[in-house]
């Protein structure tokens, strides 16, 4: 991954559709709720609808993530893409839980149908994104219209979280310059990703400048204290569908093949060739072509 001063130049061997689709800004909105601010992207669509896409990002990500691909769907859909809290440009909250992303998320859908004449809501979650998108879609079965997952890790509903601790608390770091902590910029899970210049540019506003130094923006803390699903199994009723890749170190072993027990009969199911477990970033244009079938 190149990295200078300048993004632009960066990212200047990327293709077409990328360098338009990163033009085409959403605008910045925040709302807020009584934990603290929670932070958003979005984009109008080009014509009258009553559709409203949400895009939700996966641990330790942010709203920046869909930039390249929210612009697509504007011929058909308003588009939203979330900063889950602690992550992106959201506050950080002494708690973190999927249970609460997923109110912040219907708390932003509640917003938009105030603002616009909305219909029909579908909801895209990559990773843990999947997750709280599956949880909405679970507790909230008249709010949404279609879900859509994207390699995401489900456990069994008798999973224990008490044989599978976590490690030790991560401890925050600082870095002494924008490029320093550039040049740390990983995905985890590890894997390689040929799209350099969807790396550099979501790299770039993965930091944040502060008194202490450069850092990342997600609160460290979360990693360790995020409350997950145990014991819940996923109950939505809209039309799903679950994207995975190929390569992903997600679904290896028996994690597919029991996703798929658990979920087949509310659910389909679609591998990604060539691709890991950062789908979005390994295939963008067969993402949004795919998820441009299911939706519409």
């Known amino acids: ?104 998320v219907i708390k932003i859908i509640e917003e938009q149908k105030n603002k616009r004449r909305i219909s029909n809501v579908y909801i895209v979650g990559h990773s843990l994104g999947g997750q709280v998108a599956a949880y909405v879609a679970s507790e909230k079965k008249d709010l949404i219209a279609k879900l859509v997952m994207i390699d995401t890790f ?63 923006k997600f609160d460290d803390n979360m990693f360790n204290s995020l409350e997950r699903l145990f014991g819940y199994k996923f109950s939505f009723s809209c039309p799903a569908l679950f994207i995975h890749g190929s390569d992903s170190l997600l679904m290896s072993g028996n994690i597919l093949k029991n996703i798929k027990l658990m979920y087949s009969d509310i659910m389909t199911f679609k591998e990604v060739k060539g691709a890991a477990h950062h789908v979005p970033l390994d295939k963008p244009v067969e993402i949004i072509d795919i998820i441009k079938k299911e939706l519409f």
């Not at 689709?21 to 709302?31: D, H, K, M, Q, Y």
């Not at 984009?43 to 930039?67: M, P, R, Y």
Request: aromatic share 14%.
């Open 154 to 216: 489900i456990r069994p509903p008798d999973y224990n979280p008490d044989e599978h601790q976590g490690g030790p608390l991560r401890k925050i770091k600082y870095y002494p310059d924008k490029n320093t902590i550039l040049k740390r910029f990983r995905l985890m899970p590890s894997q390689e990703c040929l799209n350099e210049w969807f790396l550099r540019y979501i790299a770039e506003y993965s930091v944040k400048d502060t008194e202490k130094g450069w850092r990342w």
């Open 1 to 104: 991954m190149k990295i200078t001063d300048n993004l632009t130049n960066d990212i200047s061997n990327a293709p077409d559709w990328f360098l338009k689709a990163i033009n085409e800004i959403g605008i910045e909105n925040t709302i807020e709720d009584n934990k603290g601010k929670i932070s958003y992207s979005e984009w109008s669509a080009k014509s009258n609808t009553e559709n409203l896409i949400i895009f939700i990002h996966g641990t330790g990500a942010h709203k920046k993530w869909w930039d390249p691909i929210a612009p697509s769907f504007t011929d058909f859909s308003n588009v939203i893409a979330i900063d889950l809290p602690g992550m992106g440009d959201s506050s950080f909250r002494q708690k973190y839980s999927i249970k609460d992303f997923g109110k912040c």
